[in-house]
């Protein structure tokens, strides 16, 4: 989608839609409402289906959140249907990974999780029925035939030569496609509707195609498989889903689907309901382009923190509160648009600024030495958790004669406005002692090596009796207590907006500067064996999350987001 074919969710757009989830409503919302209402269902029904041939992705979180909350909304229930009608592409640690990452969501499904292969009889035997009622034949034609023989948008198909076959001939075939008599790709089941409808869903549809390869649930049981048009809806008829949510793209099938539950002895009749998939800025959803990224090397895999799949954002650091707010956010409609990613990362700053517990860690470390302080003291000094949240106390904190501060928060010739450290003047340290800078110590090349400081004794936690305040605090660590860690900076895996717009390969646009290792990281002595997955905030830094490459002596850290609420900051300018 490119940025002029849709409108851009922004700032503007947005605001009147921040509103709380509780109090939400939207069309589909409204329609499930209104069946209650007038009887037409009993009990909500929904389900999320997706393809066991990749990870989930944001969009997936939309699509979830939508399914699972609509049903917990409405007293209904919810169902994980695991769509695997394609077994070249399908393996069981997507099918695994699926579940963790719902779970991890905050969705519960109970003992309500189903495969589509589970009905391959099932789907088998109404196959067998339309056949039986002339209305499905075997079609012997190839692919490429078929496409010219299906026409255009403007023009009409044709008929397959082999659409009138008898029954007998049909049912014959067919039982002989399942018997593995054929190659793939040799013969096709359609459905016999109308080759020159105006929709080309209905210009007789693929029902089964041969493929002899092995599931990962049915094994080699199967050598033809279901299309998703022919599985979806009959899936959704057996499991007596009432409300068949999905994206807009198929919204053409919807025709098909009412087809094939009107000619079919199914159990129930669902109906099939569209919504507009999430696209993000600097971000693809498509779990195709997802597993090049993977495949091609350009990424760590499918968890990489750069990735837009939930294991991805899950190791990032992001809160599932934070991912679903933002669902709540940006709400469901039937129109396309694109949301801008800072949408998505004020969402998840905002959960982390209530919950993430406050740490000091310095990236670029420069010495400090405190010349009137004692050698080889130490003491502990109390550092608050959270000032958001008084209940999250404090933590003691080492503080000594040599510590460690960020590099750039020391200027020797500073320009108007730097307030931070600079010859002759006073900064805070948190929670700690008012410092002044007194002497710049540096090496042969002229580099600044060390800052010789002195504190005031009275200002102990970081007050003066006297009243007077440093225009800065800064975060420090003591060095002989400082721990090595790794950090990991993140950006936008796309640089660009609206990657692969140009005309270019997608994958052409990954940002080459979307991860930079640093190596020389301290933090305090409290994150020396981090709880893996735990998001923390760096004071003045950002969020951090620790990540499963930790070893125990080198903790390594994702920066997750820095601090700075790029959307909020649009959104005051444009209010
Ligand atoms: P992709 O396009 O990434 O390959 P898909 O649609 O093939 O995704 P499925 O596993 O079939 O993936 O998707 C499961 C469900 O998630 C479907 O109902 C689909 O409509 C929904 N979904 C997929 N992508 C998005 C998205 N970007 N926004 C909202 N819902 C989505
Ligand atoms: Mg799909």
Not at 17 to 29: A, C, W
Not at 128 to 134: A, D, F, R, T
């Amino acid at each position: 989608m490119g940025p002029r074919s849709a409108v851009v969710l922004s700032s503007a757009t947005m605001d009147k839609n921040s509103t709380p989830p509780s109090s939400r409503s939207d069309f589909l919302r409204d329609i499930v409402a209104s069946d209650l209402a007038s009887g037409r269902v009993r009990e909500v029904v929904t389900r999320f289906p997706p393809e066991p041939n990749g990870y989930l992705h944001i969009g997936h979180a939309k699509s979830i959140c939508l399914n699972f909350g609509i049903a917990a909304e409405f007293g209904g229930t919810c169902h994980l249907r695991f769509d695997d009608t394609n077994p070249s592409k399908e393996e069981q640690e997507y099918i695994d990974a699926i579940q963790a990452d719902i779970a991890w969501l905050g969705f519960d499904w109970g003992d309500k999780t189903y495969y589509t292969s589970d009905y391959f009889e099932q789907l088998y035997d109404w196959a067998v029925y339309l056949i039986k009622h002339g209305k499905a034949y075997v079609d012997d034609l190839s692919a490429e035939e078929i496409r010219e023989y299906r026409g255009t948008l403007t023009e009409p198909g044709r008929n397959s030569p082999w659409r009138d076959r008898s029954t007998e001939e049909n049912l014959d075939l067919f039982e002989r496609m399942r018997a593995g008599d054929f190659p793939d790709g040799y013969r096709v089941l359609r459905a016999k509707i109308d080759m020159s409808s105006g929709n080309i869903n209905l210009r007789d549809p693929v029902m089964y195609r041969i493929l002899h390869s092995t599931h990962p649930r049915t094994g080699d049981a199967w050598c033809i498989y279901p299309s998703y048009d022919f599985a979806h809806g009959q899936s959704d008829a057996i499991e007596g889903i009432t409300h068949s949510i999905c994206t807009l793209e198929f919204q053409d099938h919807r025709p098909l689907y009412d087809w094939f539950l009107t000619n079919l002895p199914v159990p129930s009749v669902p109906r099939q309901y569209e919504f507009a998939r999430l696209n993000l800025t600097h971000t693809v959803l498509s779990k195709r382009v997802l597993l090049r990224l993977v495949k091609e090397g350009l990424v760590r895999g499918w968890d990489d923190p750069r990735m837009p799949t939930i294991s991805g954002i899950r190791r990032r650091g992001f809160p599932a509160q934070g991912v679903r707010d933002f669902a709540a956010m940006i709400g469901v409609a039937r129109a396309d648009s694109v949301v801008e990613i800072e949408m998505l990362e004020h969402a998840v700053r905002d959960t982390l600024n209530r919950t993430a517990p406050r740490r000091f860690g310095v990236l670029d470390p420069i010495r400090v030495v405190i010349e009137n302080y004692r050698e080889g003291a130490v003491e502990y000094v109390d550092v608050p958790n959270n000032p958001e949240e008084p209940d999250a106390g404090t933590r003691a904190v080492p503080f000594s004669r040599e510590l460690l501060i960020e590099r750039d928060d020391f200027m020797e010739d500073p320009p108007e406005k730097f307030y931070r450290l600079a010859p002759g003047r006073e900064v805070r340290l948190r929670s700690a002692y008012f410092i002044t800078a007194r002497q710049v110590v540096k090496n042969a090349h002229g580099d600044v090596v060390e800052l010789r400081c002195t504190y005031d004794p009275a200002t102990k936690g970081g007050s003066a009796p006297d009243g007077r305040r440093p225009r800065a605090t800064l975060h420090w660590l003591s060095a002989p207590h400082a721990v090595p860690a790794e950090v990991r900076l993140y950006d936008h895996l796309f640089a660009s907006p609206y990657p692969g717009t140009g005309g270019r390969d997608i994958l052409e646009d990954v940002n080459p500067r979307s991860e930079t290792v640093l190596r020389t990281c301290v933090v305090e002595p409290s994150l020396a064996q981090p709880v893996v997955g735990q998001t923390v905030q760096f004071e003045r830094l950002g969020y951090f999350c620790a990540d499963p490459d930790s070893t125990p002596t080198m903790p390594v850290f994702n920066r997750t987001l820095t601090l700075k609420d790029t959307w909020a900051k649009l959104r005051a300018k444009t209010a």
